[in-house]
């Protein structure tokens, strides 16, 4: 297949992939009103996408070193199309949910077989084409909020599911374009103890936030939860050391500069995520935007996102993935820096969004890059599998410890407006915590690899 059909079939279907995971965001705060459900399980409609889509994460590269790239990518594009149907058709919240649920299966497929694509099809151009994916998939999440604000105030939020159904068919049927790069097929094992424990880890984590807003540590809502998490993070070690073929090798955290690339990445999605699921509700409040003056507000990160992650490919070719790597992480902690010291809302919110976008623009292809070397030949879908998951990681803890923050307010006294501003602010200052610790990282797996080199 030529090159550039292959090229326009993985950047138009993970641009369509992406878009699921954001296209709801608009009405998370209205999910009181729309179903009748505690305001606080708003976020789950993200969250629990997040889940299947980490869980899809810990299998989706093995699978497709098993049996191929082509049909798991095409399998993965035709669940997370069922998973919109099923959410457009839901007669309630939880089936709201559950097609949640399939839909992160379903793009659990898409970004880290892309990456993987490209690394094996593209050669010496792999980073910049690499770079192209990661743009078409950053532009994907920021535009569904622009789509989606603007067809919920239209026609609702079922229309919503369905108008991202009809793009999914699209992207199904473009599916079928990409071509088999998979050269030397695996025996497949699949490890269904460590992905239903892993699973049952962090819908643990999930649940434990939402009962810690409510209660302390020890409450009936909190406490078995954490238990549960415990529990379940030593039988995912123990079984994935005894397996032997594990959804997750933890042989390949012993490689300093895998491990340091896994923790950059799991930062890195913690802001990533924190920035754009909370950047138009933190718009409403900071400016007064309405719901669809908040969803276009984020365009100034979308376009420099774009600008970023055109160009981050080539430089990654050039100066070196870890160097781009860094530069993402510092200037995104910046950004989160930014967007609350400067005391005028609209300079703040601006700046810190187009600054944010720079950042969060440069970030997926050098990890994607750094974690498929350093997983070594033969590994590249798992490797890429693993770095996936583990933004993916990053993209739960952010929005569900954000979320915790969120519900922690006082919307009923007269400062109501004030004290949700001032949570905003919370959220934002731990983000930015968040990414001085993974710009810490960042620069321990420079130093290693100059070391590793000299």
């Given at each position: 297949?030529?090159?550039?059909?292959?090229l326009?079939?993985?950047?138009?279907?993970?641009f369509?992939?992406?878009?699921?995971?954001?296209?709801?965001v608009?009405?998370?705060?209205?999910?009181?009103?729309?179903?009748?459900?505690?305001?606080?399980?708003?976020?789950?409609?993200?969250?629990?996408?997040?889940?299947?889509?980490?869980?899809?994460?810990?299998?989706?590269?093995?699978?497709?070193?098993?049996v191929?790239?082509?049909?798991?990518?095409?399998?993965?594009?035709?669940?997370?199309?069922?998973?919109l149907?099923?959410?457009?058709?839901?007669?309630?919240?939880?089936w709201?949910?559950?097609?949640?649920?399939?839909?992160?299966?379903?793009?659990?497929?898409?970004?880290?077989?892309?990456?993987?694509?490209a690394?094996?099809?593209?050669?010496?151009?792999?980073?910049?084409?690499?770079?192209?994916?990661?743009?078409?998939?950053?532009?994907?999440?920021?535009?569904?909020?622009?789509?989606?604000?603007?067809?919920?105030?239209?026609?609702?939020?079922r229309?919503?599911?369905?108008?991202?159904?009809?793009?999914?068919?699209?992207?199904f049927?473009?599916s079928?374009?990409?071509?088999?790069?998979?050269?030397?097929?695996?025996?497949?094992?699949?490890?269904?103890?460590g992905?239903?424990?892993?699973?049952?880890?962090?819908?643990?984590?999930?649940l434990?936030f939402?009962?810690?807003?409510?209660?302390?540590?020890?409450?009936?809502?909190?406490?078995?939860?954490?238990?549960?998490?415990?529990?379940?993070?030593?039988?995912?070690?123990?079984?994935?050391?005894?397996?032997?073929?594990?959804?997750?090798?933890?042989?390949?955290?012993?490689?300093?500069?895998?491990?340091?690339?896994?923790?950059?990445?799991?930062?890195?999605?913690?802001?990533?995520?924190?920035?754009?699921?909370?950047?138009?509700?933190?718009?409403?409040?900071?400016?007064?935007y309405?719901?669809?003056?908040?969803?276009?507000?984020?365009?100034?990160?979308?376009?420099?996102?774009?600008?970023?992650?055109?160009?981050?490919?080539?430089?990654?070719?050039?100066f070196?993935?870890?160097?781009?790597?860094?530069?993402?992480?510092?200037?995104?902690?910046?950004?989160?820096?930014?967007?609350?010291v400067i005391?005028?809302?609209?300079?703040?919110?601006?700046?810190?969004?187009?600054?944010?976008?720079?950042?969060?623009?440069?970030?997926?292809?050098?990890?994607?890059?750094?974690?498929?070397?350093?997983?070594?030949?033969?590994?590249?879908?798992?490797?890429?599998?693993?770095?996936?998951?583990?933004r993916?990681?990053g993209?739960?803890?952010?929005?569900?410890?954000?979320?915790?923050?969120?519900?922690?307010?006082?919307?009923?006294?007269?400062f109501?407006?004030?004290?949700i501003?001032?949570?905003?602010?919370?959220?934002?200052?731990?983000?930015?915590?968040?990414l001085?610790?993974?710009?810490?990282?960042?620069?321990?797996?420079?130093?290693?690899q100059?070391?590793?080199?000299?």
């Open positions: 297949m030529h090159p550039k059909r292959t326009f079939a993985l950047i138009a279907t993970n369509l992939t992406a878009m699921g995971i954001t296209i709801v608009p009405f998370i705060s209205n999910v009181q009103g729309i179903f009748g459900v505690d305001p606080g399980y708003g976020i789950w409609i993200i969250t629990m996408f997040m889940l299947s889509y980490s869980m899809g994460m810990a299998l989706i590269g093995r699978l497709s070193d098993s191929g790239r082509r049909p798991v990518y095409v399998t993965s594009l035709a669940l997370f199309a069922g998973g149907l099923l959410s457009a058709l839901a007669p309630n919240f939880g709201v949910l559950a097609g949640r649920f399939l839909q992160g299966i379903g793009a659990s497929g898409a970004l880290p077989i892309a990456q993987t694509i690394y094996e099809r593209f050669g010496k151009r792999k980073g910049l084409v690499m770079g192209g994916i990661s743009a078409a998939f950053g532009i994907g999440v920021v535009a569904a909020i622009n789509l989606g604000g603007g067809i919920y105030g239209l026609w609702g939020w229309a919503v599911f369905f108008v991202t159904f009809g793009l999914s068919l699209i992207g049927a473009i079928f374009l990409i071509p088999e790069t998979l050269r030397t097929r695996k025996k497949m094992s699949l490890d269904l103890g992905i239903v424990s892993l699973g049952v880890g962090i819908a643990a984590f999930m434990m939402k009962g810690l807003s409510g209660g302390g540590f020890l409450s009936s809502g909190v406490l078995p939860y954490a238990i549960v998490l415990v529990l379940s993070a030593v039988i995912f070690i123990v079984v994935e050391r005894r397996v032997r073929e594990p959804a997750i090798d933890l042989r390949l955290f012993q490689n300093k500069a895998f491990f340091l690339v896994i923790i950059s990445a799991v930062l890195g999605g913690i802001g990533m995520f924190i920035f754009q699921t909370f950047l138009p509700g933190f718009a409403q409040v900071l400016l007064g309405t719901v669809a003056q908040a969803s276009y507000s984020i365009d100034v990160m979308a376009l420099m996102m774009i600008i970023s992650a055109g160009l981050t490919g080539a430089m990654s070719d050039h070196g993935p870890e160097k781009l790597l860094l530069f993402s992480l510092v200037t995104t902690g910046l950004a989160f820096y930014l967007i609350t005391l005028s809302p609209g300079m703040a919110y601006y700046l810190g969004s187009a600054i944010a976008g720079v950042g969060l623009g440069s970030l997926m292809t050098p990890i994607n890059v750094i974690g498929m070397r350093e997983g070594g030949a033969g590994r590249e879908g798992v490797s890429s599998g693993i770095v996936s998951l583990s993916t990681t993209g739960i803890i952010g929005p569900t410890v954000a979320g915790f923050i969120l519900s922690r307010t006082d919307f009923s006294s007269l109501a407006l004030d004290n501003l001032e949570a905003y602010h919370r959220i934002y200052r731990f983000g930015f915590w968040t001085v610790v993974g710009a810490i990282a960042g620069l321990a797996l420079l130093i290693t100059r070391k590793e080199r000299s």
